[in-house]
């Protein structure tokens, strides 16, 4: 079985300022871990993904997560927020076993104050 | 440019109506998944599918059913629509490709639905 965490529902940040978005993981296998971006009335888009390999990655609009197996953790960052990253947030485990489908953690809105 | 596509984007029907919502793509991807999600963000795996004919429920239990005639093409119906069924539905498709590396879902732009 697999579970995905995200510490704190609401998170409030400076233009400018850094960027902690929290994520910790259960899994019996070998993790795959995302996160995603939704903005209002759309889809899921994207931001990384760890699947095998150099656990620090890099995705789209500056942001980076670091896979932590020891912490189970998988946090997003970016160094300076930007007013056009509010969204919500979702981090989100799968594994190449199964169904390999996604199992979301509940979603982290970050709100990006001028 | 989506390759995975959704109709219709929004719906708003009456009680009892029998809808189906669509999800089309054009990567030939076996797995495809059904998920809802509700005002409060959090999204729920309610179908799955491995490939033809091959259809299983999710986490979140559904009154709402899956076909897989084709590769291509995964629809979800509710004979009988309701407001608890007021939600968002998002189809996506996987694919996993070990031995090239490729590995990853891709989203429609979901269905709104509204039931009054």
């Known amino acids: 079985a697999q579970s995905v965490t995200q510490l704190g529902s609401h998170v409030s940040v400076s233009e400018g300022a850094l960027v902690l978005l929290r994520c910790n993981y259960s899994s019996s296998v070998p993790p795959y871990l995302f996160w995603y971006v939704q903005y209002p009335n759309q889809g899921l888009q994207l931001l990384l993904k760890?699947?095998?390999?150099?656990?620090l990655v890099k995705g789209i609009n500056g942001f980076e997560a670091e896979f932590k197996k020891s912490e189970t953790s998988f946090h997003l960052t970016k160094p300076s927020a930007h007013m056009s990253d509010a969204a919500e947030y979702f981090c989100?485990?799968?594994?190449?076993?199964?169904?390999?489908?996604?199992?979301f953690g509940s979603g982290t809105r970050l709100q990006v104050q001028p | 440019e989506a390759d995975i596509y959704q109709t219709p984007r929004y719906l708003v029907i009456g009680t009892g109506k029998k809808i189906t919502l669509e999800c089309s793509q054009t990567m030939g991807h076996d797995k495809m998944y059904w998920y809802q999600q509700d005002p409060g963000m959090e999204l729920h795996l309610i179908h799955y599918s491995y490939g033809v004919n091959s259809t299983e429920k999710g986490d979140l239990s559904s009154e709402s059913t899956v076909s897989r005639i084709r590769t291509e093409h995964f629809p979800l119906t509710l004979e009988s629509a309701r407001p608890s069924h007021t939600s968002q539905y998002l189809c996506a498709s996987s694919e996993f490709s070990g031995g090239a590396g490729v590995y990853g879902y891709t989203f429609g732009s979901g269905t709104r639905l509204t039931v009054v």
């Open positions: 989100a485990v799968s594994s190449d076993t199964g169904r390999r489908a996604l199992t």
């Open positions: 760890y699947t095998t390999g150099a656990t």
